[in-house]
């Protein structure tokens, strides 16, 4: 389809009609978590995941066949934390580790080295606002609390990187957090490696995501036939724009809910 036209009310109805339109024999239902299914919190700790919502993926997750999967940049430990007692099928770490149904946790990348993540958590001496994330194989420095600090950060890293040269490292940008992690890790690359297990296999792969961090899975899913939706995010290609992430629990809620009927 054409590229998402902006314009609120008028995005998200069209939005809503696409995505209610979907089989859910047919598809492998993809969902980023913050900014997505609950809105953006001051820190990764303080999001809300309402019970709804829990009961529309558990839902989805029966009636799609188990093809249902959380997106995430957080660790799948974070993950079954604010959705347990549900038990998701989850790529986390942006694509660095992948869980499908109860199977153990695979780990795509090698941790960061110690000395690295111990210079680059300095950062949290800079404002009483950063909050520190260090994932093993990632360390995500968030700032929302304190926007100010973002050019001081960024210059942070790149020092600290440059102190180690050998190491395969990038920064990654997302809202209001700069992340370090292993190049060539993306959840492009995770949902690819995803797509080759049952039950994802074979299905039509859907995403909804919000921020640039997703981009590189928007970028994959025309080479699967897939369909993508954003929140409040312009990109190529799309099938529809929701407003908000309550937008999206209400079309999850709706589509279990019409597809619950149809057997």
Do not use: W
């Amino acid at each position: 389809m054409s590229a998402v036209a902006s314009g609120g009310a008028t995005a998200n109805a069209a939005a809503m009609a696409a995505f209610l339109k979907l089989d859910v024999s047919e598809i492998a239902l993809l969902l980023d978590f913050d900014g997505t299914l609950v809105d953006i919190a001051a820190t990764p700790d303080a999001v809300h995941v309402p019970d709804d919502l829990c009961e529309s993926l558990a839902q989805l997750l029966a009636l799609t066949s188990g093809a249902l999967a959380i997106v995430s940049g957080r660790p799948i430990r974070d993950i079954d934390a604010k959705f347990a007692p549900l038990k998701l099928p989850v790529v986390g770490g942006h694509g660095a580790e992948m869980r499908i149904g109860d199977d153990e946790v695979v780990s795509a990348v090698t941790p960061l080295p110690d000395e690295l993540r111990r210079r680059l958590k300095v950062a949290a001496a800079f404002d009483p606002g950063i909050v520190i994330e260090d994932k093993g194989y990632s360390v995500a420095l968030h700032y929302r609390r304190a926007p100010a600090v973002a050019p001081r950060l960024n210059a942070h890293i790149e020092a600290v990187c440059a102190d180690f040269p050998g190491e395969p490292i990038e920064m990654l940008p997302g809202k209001a957090l700069f992340e370090i992690k292993r190049p060539g890790v993306s959840k492009g690359e995770g949902v690819r490696a995803l797509l080759t297990h049952a039950p994802f296999a074979d299905r039509t792969p859907v995403f909804i995501g919000d921020d640039e961090t997703d981009k590189t899975l928007f970028s994959l899913l025309p080479e699967f036939g897939g369909v993508g939706f954003s929140v409040d995010l312009e990109y190529e290609g799309l099938a529809g724009m929701f407003e908000s992430p309550a937008a999206v629990r209400s079309a999850l809620k709706r589509l279990a809910s019409a597809a619950a009927a149809r057997r």
